[in-house]
């Protein structure tokens, strides 16, 4: 985890205010998600240093965004326990939101988790023709 990450904290510009970090196995994330995320990171302000983390149901999840403050220590740090200790050791910038969708918990990681989210996009897209009156689902 840590060397894909430190791998796209280095092609960024030094300037770069914020990095969003997704999981590639995490299909299920939708883009109102990331929305929340940056939203909540301009908030506090881009010279802030922050670290926001969604959560569902009191559950950290992913994607998550730190500032262009903590580049050093990524580069540098947290070699064995990956962005865990970045959070461990910066509760202070730590800011959590509340997101509705349960995928910010879900990744998949053997074949039986990928079958899961396979019915999970097709349930939801059932519950989008139910929905929609009669319009296709985005997912089709």
Request: charged letters at 25%; aromatic letters at 4%; proline letters at 5%.
């Amino acid at each position: 985890e840590t060397a894909s990450v430190r791998c796209g904290v280095r092609a960024a510009c030094a300037e770069t205010k914020g990095f969003v970090v997704a999981l590639g196995d995490q299909p299920s994330i939708r883009g109102q998600v990331v929305q929340s995320i940056i939203s909540a990171f301009r908030s506090r302000g881009e010279d802030t240093p922050t670290i926001v983390v969604p959560t569902h149901n009191g559950q950290r999840g992913h994607p998550l965004l730190f500032s262009g403050h903590f580049r050093e220590a990524v580069l540098r740090d947290f070699d064995d326990v990956g962005l865990r200790g970045l959070l461990a050791a910066n509760l202070h910038a730590i800011e959590q939101i509340p997101i509705a969708e349960s995928g910010i918990l879900r990744d998949m990681d053997d074949p039986k988790q990928y079958a899961n989210e396979l019915k999970a996009r097709d349930a939801a897209c059932e519950a989008a023709k139910t929905s929609n009156a009669g319009r296709l689902p985005k997912c089709e």
